[in-house]
């Protein structure tokens, strides 16, 4: 072997992983049309106690375990662009995306980080937070107990099912097992809800789980027909404030994608990769030449798109459908005070 064992590099046993399955998204640009389920191991450490680089495929004799299963890594710290595929013996790594992985340190208050922005943007910032506290005096909550899941689950589905996310395929899971995983994860107290109402009717929402002294963004969302309110700036605003007063995180890790309203909030990033090993195998080889040709294929597609002059007018309507929608009332989640 050429360098340091996987194991070596990652201190690899029997707590460290994660067994189960992840799900290979074979996204045409916003829209991902099908998913493949993955039995593997996930590295489940958070990106900021990773090593600065993932280990080159040549370097691999194996994977950890008996069953040799695929392991990935989501997000991993990077020093430079990776190749897309780098085979070796007996494993191949395959990395679909590159990206900044934004994030907030909460270090001082959030009247000093306020301060970064400019006069303007700290402004349109106050203004968009101000819409929703003028409204009602219970507009954000956050929810943390196993007793409160069950009422932040419910009103964030009413959410994520008319939003732009859900459309494209990355809603909120509806499975019973989501929800008994949250509960699980509310026992522990490493989950964290948070609700933006307006009317008494959930405007946003955003999902985070607790990793040691870091809280990660994984799932957010907001109702489309508030978007003139811009609830989902306005929820993390909020989010952000109340992580200055608790001194709780060191961090907020915005969770990952690349997005504007990401490099807007942070205060400063890392470059990452989504790293998958593979065993060597005509399947698995086949599936990942499958998925990365998407890829591929989208990035020549957007290509024609911006040579048209059509890109954004199709992302608008991407994330707004083609109808404005109307809002619905939730039933039994008129109460915003729960």
Avoid at 33 to 46: N, V
Avoid at 118 to 123: L, T, Y
Avoid at 244 to 272: H, N
Avoid at 323 to 332: A, E, L
Wanted: glycine residues 6%; aromatic residues 14%; positive net charge.
């Amino acid at each position: 072997m050429n360098g340091p064992s996987f194991n070596t590099r990652y201190q690899w046993s029997e707590t460290t992983p994660s067994l189960g399955d992840v799900r290979l998204d074979f996204s045409f640009g916003y829209w991902c049309f099908y998913s493949y389920p993955l039995r593997g191991q996930m590295i489940t450490k958070h990106f900021v106690d990773l090593p600065s680089h993932p280990p080159s495929a040549r370097d691999l004799l194996s994977l950890p375990g008996e069953r040799q299963e695929p392991v990935w890594i989501l997000p991993h710290p990077v020093k430079e662009t990776l190749p897309t595929l780098e085979f070796g013996r007996s494993v191949f790594r395959y990395v679909p995306n590159h990206y900044p992985r934004y994030y907030v340190e909460l270090s001082g208050s959030f009247e000093q980080y306020l301060q970064r922005f400019s006069r303007k943007r700290r402004h349109e910032l106050r203004r968009k937070m101000r819409k929703f506290a003028r409204k009602e005096s219970t507009f954000f909550r956050e929810y943390r107990s196993p007793q409160e899941m069950r009422f932040f689950y419910d009103s964030a589905l009413t959410v994520s099912r008319r939003s732009f996310q859900k459309r494209i395929g990355h809603g909120l899971p509806e499975e019973p097992a989501f929800f008994a995983n949250l509960v699980s994860l509310a026992e522990q107290d490493k989950i964290r809800g948070y609700l933006l109402f307006y009317d008494c009717h959930p405007a946003a929402f955003a999902l985070c789980h607790v990793n040691g002294n870091c809280l990660t963004g994984e799932l957010c969302g907001y109702d489309p027909s508030q978007s003139h309110l811009s609830p989902g700036n306005a929820l993390i605003g909020y989010i952000v404030e109340r992580l200055f007063e608790e001194q709780q995180f060191r961090m907020l890790d915005l969770g990952p994608g690349d997005a504007d309203y990401k490099a807007f909030f942070a205060t400063g990033s890392v470059p990452c990769a989504d790293v998958y090993y593979f065993p060597r195998s005509l399947k698995n080889i086949a599936l990942v030449i499958a998925h990365s040709t998407t890829a591929v294929l989208w990035q020549w597609t957007t290509r024609i798109l911006d040579a048209l002059r059509v890109r954004d007018s199709l992302k608008k309507l991407a994330r707004n459908g083609w109808k404005k929608p109307s809002r619905v009332s939730s039933t039994g989640l008129t109460n915003c005070s729960q």
